[in-house]
């Protein structure tokens, strides 16, 4: 089906890149699954995206191969400059290493204190390594260096991204993700808040559409602001989200 639809709109299908993931406890032994008479084989993980999506939808095989391409390059900025100016390094640290931990995190991030250590390890390794930076603590070198943790930064990110979905800046139906909670007007707090419904699987409980309520309906209404985007982004960085971080 897939075939001809591809061939009646002239697209070509590469087969060898095609495969079977099974998701969860739903398997098909003995089945086979053809592209124009080309067998598919059957895979624990798949990229898609630029995002490697397992069986159990956990994300450490991502984190893994994302963490030692970050280790990486983080290295090799550390050995190819001749300046000793840190804050040169923090600069190529944004620009060439940190979206790589960063990219599509919304998908991947992590609810696993292992795993959160793990990409948080990139970020604090690269810091004890800079000039006159070895003796700080973690924090020390954030505060001094004007950085937050990366944990940070994705909670900051699954916030932009749950504000552009209710506002309608994506174009993805909200409802598909979120429902209003009924008595929002009536408590205290901002008039955005959504209702979270109750999870029996760990998986679903860590999803983006439900791990982000709790943080989202905490927003206080007299720092964050909702009138615009941008206003948006400067003002959650004022507020106190401490509380939702594993790690610190």
Known sequence: MLWSWADTWQLTISV????????????????????NDSKLPAVISCRDLGVIVSQNLKP???????????HQRASAILRCFVSRDVELFVKAFIVYVRPL????????????????????????????????????SYVSRLNKLGLLS?????????????YKIIFGIVGVCNSDFFQFSYTAKSTRGHPYKLFKKHNTSTVRQNFFSQRIINVWN???PDI????????????????????????F
């Open 16 to 35: 060898k890149k095609c495969s079977v993931l099974n998701i969860g406890h739903v398997c098909f032994p003995g089945r086979k699954f053809t592209i």
């Open 60 to 70: 450490a095989e991502h984190i893994g191969q994302t963490v030692a391409k970050a």
């Open 101 to 136: 931990v960063e990219y599509n995190s919304v998908v991947w991030s992590p609810s696993n204190i292992q795993d959160i250590v793990r990409v948080e390890q990139v970020q604090r390794k690269f810091t004890k390594a800079l000039p006159r930076f070895k003796t700080l």
């Open 150 to 162: 990366l944990e940070q930064r994705r909670l900051h990110s699954d916030l932009i991204m749950c």
């Open 218 to 220: 905490y927003l206080p």
């Open 224 to 247: 964050v602001e909702f009138t615009l985007l941008r206003s948006f982004k400067r003002t959650i960085e004022l507020a106190d989200l401490s509380s939702f971080l594993k790690c």
